[in-house]
């Protein structure tokens, strides 16, 4: 998303929790086009560093800003009956409270402004809390339910109270991306491949509550078996999306310079919300009931 609005001649501020992966993105924009891009060291869960990396954005840009895009977000805290509540609550935080800080922290900045948009990500899990039948989302789910809520919300609330600011929520499908490798780091584990034993005994009780053919098939992996499979998950996740992250930052930029308040992103994202309005009922059990046809089949 940066470098493709460096590439537009805009002017961008970056946080993140993670300054080399801030250092890098920055590196790329010079080489996008001769745009101001500053950074800033933040966890978007405190409104703490928000507050200070809003003080950052005024310092370093000026008084009024014309875009906010709220995209942090990590993966875990599926299980809330089985799993960590710390890994569930800093995920929800991430994911909701990097959206809630954001919009209340840079508001008056984008009153400020002659005309604002602001674009917050949420999720196809905003309107499918599911990842499917094998495994619990609720965290995340959670976070990207409020998230699409919250934004819709707006939608009112500023065409009543600051008419000139425009919002929109993104609902991606599955994007290239590295949340599945970066939120390994967020969360406190150590990177795939250098999984503590303890980890790997975690991700075993897991997998032994899992449902489906391949179950037994991963429990009689060794440790450094699992450690692979984990990395090449991430790997995979990244590099084989149907969406790269240029696709999807070229049409989240197009619906807001459309000012649709309402962005899907990727064929699968159309397809799923195609899926769950035409029998929102069924929606969930549809999953449930193929997961069972193929275990009988086996």
């Not at 948009?117 to 309107?127: D, R």
């Not at 962005?263 to 999953?287: C, K, S, T």
Request: net charge negative; glycine share 8%; with cysteine.
């Amino acid at each position: 998303m940066t470098l493709a609005l460096v590439s537009q001649g805009c002017e961008v501020a970056i946080c993140d929790v993670s300054e080399d992966n801030m250092q890098e993105t920055a590196k790329l924009a010079q080489a996008a086009g001769d745009s101001k891009v500053s950074t800033f060291l933040c966890d978007v869960s405190s409104e703490t560093e928000i507050n200070a990396f809003q003080a950052h954005v005024a310092d370093h840009h000026g008084a009024a800003i014309h875009l906010l895009f709220n995209n942090a977000g990590i993966g875990g805290g599926g299980g809330f009956v089985a799993g960590s509540r710390d890994e569930w609550e800093r995920t929800f935080a991430v994911c909701w409270y990097g959206v809630y800080y954001g919009c209340r922290a840079f508001l008056p900045m984008l009153q400020a402004a002659d005309e604002a948009h602001i674009v917050n990500t949420s999720s196809v899990n905003g309107f499918w809390a599911s990842i499917g039948p094998t495994t619990p989302h609720t965290a995340y789910a959670a976070a990207k339910f409020a998230v699409k809520g919250f934004s819709e919300a707006l939608i009112t609330d500023l065409r009543i109270n600051a008419p000139h600011i425009n919002v929109s929520v993104v609902m991606p499908g599955h994007i290239g991306t590295s949340i599945a490798i970066n939120s390994r780091k967020v969360l406190g584990h150590s990177d795939a491949l250098n999984m503590t034993e303890q980890e790997v005994k975690d991700l075993r009780e897991r997998l032994m509550h899992q449902q489906g053919d391949d179950a037994a098939h991963l429990m009689n992996l060794s440790d450094d078996q699992l450690r692979e499979m984990v990395h090449q998950q991430g790997l995979q996740f990244r590099d084989q999306a149907p969406t790269s992250a240029d696709q999807a930052a070229e049409i989240i930029l197009k619906g807001v310079k459309d000012k649709n308040w309402r962005i899907l992103v990727g064929d699968d994202a159309h397809q799923l919300d195609a899926r769950v309005r035409a029998n929102p009922w069924d929606v969930y059990e549809h999953d449930f009931r193929a997961l069972t046809s193929i275990t009988e089949a086996n």
